[in-house]
């Protein structure tokens, strides 16, 4: 049984920082291109940032220089590491997997509310 487990949202102040940690079982992870997305209330969802299965990272504009996506194979966990946080952050984050056999999972979502 597939199983991507989200953690570590929060509210946090403008300027904070936030780690969001995903737990994947069932499914080879080592081989999957991992991505967190995120949705915004009355928005569509949107990649956020993204570690595709040769290493590379992607990040959207909006994020670059203050998210880091990173894995720990070992671990079968993927990280999404968000400093200088804004309101505009806010949303439920979530973490997409994309296995070698372009199998497609999805966690069920963390909530992160930027706010002072």
């Known amino acids: 049984q597939v199983q991507l487990v989200e953690s570590g949202g929060d509210l946090v102040q403008p300027g904070g920082s936030l780690r969001l940690s995903c737990a994947a079982s069932?499914?080879?992870?080592?081989?999957?291109?991992m991505s967190w997305y995120r949705q915004a209330p009355g928005k569509q969802r949107e990649l956020v940032a993204a570690?595709?299965?040769?290493?590379?990272?992607n990040y959207a504009d909006s994020v670059k220089g203050r998210f880091t996506i990173s894995r720990d194979n070992a671990k079968n966990t993927v990280y999404l590491q968000m400093n200088s946080l804004k309101p505009e952050d806010t949303a439920v984050y979530y973490c997409h997997a994309n296995t070698l056999r372009q199998l497609s999972y999805w966690g069920q979502g963390t909530q992160v509310t930027v706010s002072s």
């Open positions: 570690f595709t299965r040769i290493g590379f990272t």
């Open positions: 069932g499914f080879t992870f080592s081989s999957s291109a």
